[in-house]
């Protein structure tokens, strides 16, 4: 729900790689090593979900439809933190 509780289905697109610095790939391959690219794709969602669902808790419709570019930059911001420790960079 957002912050007029107003329940609201949203489809994202994210891209993202392996970070190329050393510790952010040493941290995906601790994380991702023994994984399919399923598992890996649904971790990675996991917490991108997590991210989106915490941003529009805090935003009315009117924000997430009229300000898309505000919404997408408060997840990247929120999500950046939570996708290095996995060893992941966002592209986009």
Do not use: C, H, W
Not at 11 to 32: H, I, P, R, Y
Not at 33 to 38: E, N, W
Not at 42 to 59: H, P, R, V, Y
Not at 68 to 90: C, H, S, Y
């Amino acid at each position: 729900p957002t912050l007029d509780y107003i329940n609201v289905k949203i489809d994202a697109v994210v891209k993202v790689k392996v970070g190329t610095s050393d510790e952010l790939m040493a941290k995906a391959m601790q994380n991702f090593l023994d994984k399919t690219k399923d598992e890996i794709a649904g971790d990675l969602q996991d917490s991108l979900k997590g991210n989106m669902k915490e941003i529009i808790g805090t935003m009315t419709l009117r924000d997430i439809n009229n300000n898309r570019a505000e919404f997408g930059n408060q997840v990247q911001e929120k999500a950046t933190p939570d996708m290095e420790r996995l060893g992941i960079a966002i592209l986009s």
